[in-house]
């Protein structure tokens, strides 16, 4: 993981101890390399030079303020899907104009925060939803600019409860409506036709994916065009993956050129062009801290108990996703004393794991990194168990940022009432 490593036996993100981070902070942590995000963000920017393209961060992957700041401060528009993200991309101080709307469910009101908000664009999922959004945006004597999200029907090869652009999923427009749905979207006068979406799921590593599905919007954008509907920009999405555990996804520059290519060979290249990246622009940024509570030896498993636990760090437990998990400190001698782990949290369930089999050399009161920690772990966090949220550190370079601090018991229970 870049700008994580070990100086003096201690890791560290740039020039932070960790240990030194979640003595001062307390544990579960997470820690952000502000480098490594703008490191991301800097090999989509290479991809795109001379080029007439928005990078929106799809800030659903970690919405922390501190985070989507960085990403405004760096020119990133943003990808939301829903009031609550619309309202801490304002309160980070971003520009509405470059904001986008996707999601399947999008309610009146939310649209008309985004309408009265000014967004760059909806990303219409239905044809029940133009209708809405046409009749919400006339009601305020507003044109909403939208774009189709087509459905592709291209297979990203993930974890089928993160693949997006298949005929089975519940998003988008299927291929064969959508030159209907736009010629029906082109003819109501509360909507303004800016562009076209798509988006085909998460954690994608190979190109082959992505190269099929832009040969079908091209496809797409001609026969919508050549029945005289103008289409200003195309949205690729987000998904490219990270390494986890060896994966090997390609370099967002490297697949960019090679889009770019069919772009331009296409005739396309000169068309401003938009992506929603998500995990691939903070996943390998953060780390999780967490301390070991107890060790216990089981006849057929050794438990690895630690004070992390699947609300803060929910992926294992709902996609069997993998995560390295490597000592703060490490060992003197590295073989000896090892053994093997399931590294599990406090919470009352057996899908509350970290890792499974996991060989380590620990003891209780070491604390544990829980590597690529960046992207959907805090964003998709809960209060479960009653346990707090956890605390968030931004490091630059030796400088450490409390982000957010951790759940108080009075935030807890805010707003709640006894009878
Ligand atoms: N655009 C749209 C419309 C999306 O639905 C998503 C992610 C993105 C962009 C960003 O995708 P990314 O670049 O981050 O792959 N919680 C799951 C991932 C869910 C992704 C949902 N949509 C996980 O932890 O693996």
Redesign the pocket.
Known sequence: QPHVHYENSQLHVEGCSLDALSITHGTPLFVYSKASMLDALAAYQRGFAGRNARICY?M??NSSLAILQLFAKAGCGF?IVSEGELARVLAAGADASKVIF?GVGKTRAEMACALEAGIGCFNVESEAEIDVLNEVALGMGKQAPISIRVNPNVDPKTHPY?S?GLKGNKFGIAHERTLMTYQRAAALPGLKVVGIDC?IG??ITEETPYLDAMDRMLDLVESIEAAGIPIHHIDF????GINYNGDTPPAADALWHKLLGKLDARGFGQRQLMI?????LVGNAGVCVTEVLYMKPGEQKNFCIVDAAMNDLP?PAM?Q?FHSIVPVKQAASQSSGAEVFDVVGPVCESGDWIGHDRTLQVQSGDKLAVLSAG??CMS?SSNYNSRPKAAEVLVDGAHSHLIRQRDSFADQIRGEKLL
Do not use: F, N, W
């Open positions: 799809a659903k992957a990808d996707s993160i997006t988006h998460s954690q999405g987000g998904g490219l929603e990246p998500g995990r691939s992926r996609y996703a992207a959907y998709m």
